[in-house]
C-alpha cells in the first residue's frame, strides 16, 4: 500500500489533531461541473487510492463521482457521476446522492451514501475497480443518513452506523447500529450515543452522526464522528472520537467531551455551509501510527487533518465524559 498523506506536527501546534497546511486539498471547483467538492470518501487501491466523491454541480444536484491518486493528496476526479447497474436489485431509483463512505471488506469495495428514495435514505453499492459500480437495496426505510459500515463482520453479520432523521435540515440526531446477514436485509437495530447535555459538551449537543469507517484498535473500535451544536448563528460541526466495544459496538467505552477539530480557519468558517468540519474518510497506519482524516469544509471543499493514532486513542480515553 502507498504511504497516506502525511505531514509533521507544527512546532506551535498544542492540539491533538493538526491541519495539513496546503489545506484545502480539493477545490469546489476541481472539476468542471462543481458547485463544490466535499464530504467524500478515500481508500487505499492498488499503488494509491481510490475515492467517491460527492460533487454539486451548478444547478446544486448532488451526486457522486469516482477519483484517483498516486498520493492521497493531488486527485484526479472523473467528470461524470457514477452510474449504477443493478447489484441485489432492479430497483435503482436516486434522485440525489451525496456524502459518500467507502470501505474494503471480503473481496469488494462497499459504498454508502446519503440516497434520495422518496426522502434521505442510506444507499449502498459496490465495485471492484471503481470503474464499474452496482447498487444494492436502501438499507432503510426514509429518513436516515450517515450510513457508516464497519470493515468486517462482527458476530458473523455485516454492521452499519446511521442517523435517523426527517426529511430536511434535521435539528435532532443519535448514532445507531443495524445489522445483515447478507447486505440487503437489516434489522437488530440498538441505539449507540446520543447528544450531550447541553452543559456537558455543547459542541455535541443537538445531533451526532459516524463519520469516516471505525478503526479496530486495542482499545476498541474508533469511531470518529461529527457533532453539531445550534448556535443563534445556524448549526455548527464539529469533530470528536470515541471508542466502541469490539464484540458489541452499541457499547461506548469513552467518548470525547471536547472536539478535536472545530472550524477556525477560513476555508472552515466561509463557504456554502459556514463553520462545518464534516469528517467521512480516514486513512491509518498502525506501524507508523499515523491517522489521516478527510473532512469537509464549510460544505465546500476537501481538507484533510492529521494525528498520531496512540495519541487519539488516548486522548479519546482521558478526556471522556
Known amino acids: 500500500m502507498s504511504t497516506i498523506p502525511w505531514q509533521d506536527k507544527p512546532e506551535n501546534c498544542n492540539d491533538v489533531m493538526w491541519r495539513y497546511s496546503e489545506n484545502p ?5 476541481a472539476i ?21 466523491f460527492r460533487c454539486d454541480n451548478k444547478a446544486v444536484q448532488m451526486n457522486i463521482f469516482a477519483g484517483f491518486s498516486k498520493n492521497g493528496i493531488d486527485w484526479d476526479i472523473n467528470h461524470e ?15 440525489y446522492k451525496y456524502d459518500p463512505r467507502v470501505v474494503f471488506i471480503e473481496d469488494r469495495y462497499w459504498i454508502t451514501w446519503c440516497n434520495g428514495y422518496n426522502g434521505p435514505t442510506i444507499g449502498i453499492g459496490y465495485t471492484f475497480d471503481f470503474k464499474e459500480f ?3 437495496e436502501n438499507a432503510f426505510l426514509p429518513f436516515n443518513r450517515n450510513g457508516v459500515l464497519f470493515p468486517q463482520k462482527i458476530n458473523g453479520k455485516y454492521a452499519m452506523l ?13 448514532i445507531w447500529i443495524s445489522y445483515s446477514p447478507d447486505m ?19 459542541w455535541q449537543c443537538t445531533k451526532v452522526g459516524a463519520g469516516p469507517i471505525p478503526i479496530l484498535t486495542d482499545e476498541g473500535w474508533l469511531m470518529i464522528y461529527h457533532g453539531v451544536i445550534n448556535t443563534c448563528n445556524g448549526f455548527r460541526y464539529a469533530m470528536g472520537s470515541a471508542l466502541l466495544d469490539v464484540d458489541s459496538p452499541d457499547k461506548v467505552k469513552y467518548r470525547t467531551q471536547p472536539y478535536l477539530l472545530g472550524p477556525a480557519e477560513i476555508y472552515e468558517m466561509v463557504g456554502d455551509v459556514p463553520n462545518v468540519v464534516f469528517p467521512c474518510a480516514a486513512l491509518h497506519s498502525v506501524e507508523e501510527d499515523k491517522l489521516t482524516v478527510y473532512y469537509g469544509a464549510a460544505d465546500t471543499a476537501v481538507a484533510i487533518a492529521f494525528g498520531k493514532l496512540s495519541e487519539v486513542i488516548r486522548f479519546t480515553k482521558e478526556n471522556s465524559l
Open 25 to 29: 486539498i480539493i477545490d469546489r471547483y
Open 162 to 174: 446511521s442517523r435517523p432523521s426527517d426529511n430536511g435540515h434535521t435539528p435532532f440526531g443519535d
Open 134 to 136: 452496482f447498487q444494492c
Open 81 to 95: 457521476p457514477i452510474i449504477m447497474r443493478s447489484g441485489n436489485t432492479e430497483m435503482i431509483e436516486s434522485a
Open 184 to 202: 440487503k436485509y437489516w434489522g437488530e437495530h440498538r441505539l449507540v450515543m446520543k447528544p450531550t447535555p447541553f452543559e456537558d459538551s455543547a
Open 32 to 52: 468542471p461541473s462543481s458547485n463544490s467538492i466535499f464530504n467524500s470518501a478515500v481508500v487505499p487501491f492498488g499503488d494509491g487510492f481510490a475515492g467517491v
